[in-house]
């Protein structure tokens, strides 16, 4: 079983970038596909980017596309997520997720497939 822990989070402005990260402990993240996910009070949670075991291979929410970075670094057992433009509709609770991959290659844009979750790390974007 795998702990995650997603931090850096915090108030920016509209055009601002972020850097989130999220930490996992208990087993490595090497044996597992990576997701980010987001959610917004009243809504469900949103696809925003996955990456798959390995890395190499991403795919990312139409509304985050060419703006948003997934990476990981095994070595530190550490996936990211590099935000750039930020707008206020990008404003949510930001949740990374990990699952037993069937095939290297596989990226996994359903929350539904995720075996773990981290507890959620607050983005506010002010216009």
């Known amino acids: 079983q795998v702990q995650l822990v997603d931090s850096g989070g915090g108030l920016v402005q509209a055009g601002d970038s972020l850097t989130l990260s999220c930490t996992a402990s208990?087993?490595?993240?090497?044996?597992?596909?990576m997701g980010w996910f987001r959610q917004s009070p009243g809504k469900g949670r949103e696809f925003v980017a996955a990456?798959?075991?390995?890395?190499?291979?991403?795919e990312y929410g139409d509304s985050v596309k060419g703006r948003f970075t997934i990476s990981r670094d095994d070595a530190v057992n550490t996936l990211y997520l590099q935000m750039n433009s930020l707008k206020p509709e990008d404003t949510a609770a930001y949740f990374c997720?990990?699952?037993?991959?069937?095939?290297?290659?596989?990226?996994?844009?359903?929350?539904?497939?995720?075996?773990?979750w981290g507890q959620g790390t607050q983005v506010t974007v002010s216009s």
């Open positions: 990456i798959n075991w390995g890395g190499g291979i991403a």
């Open positions: 997720a990990a699952k037993r991959p069937r095939y290297y290659t596989d990226t996994y844009p359903d929350e539904h497939e995720y075996d773990y």
């Open positions: 208990g087993r490595t993240l090497s044996s597992y596909a």
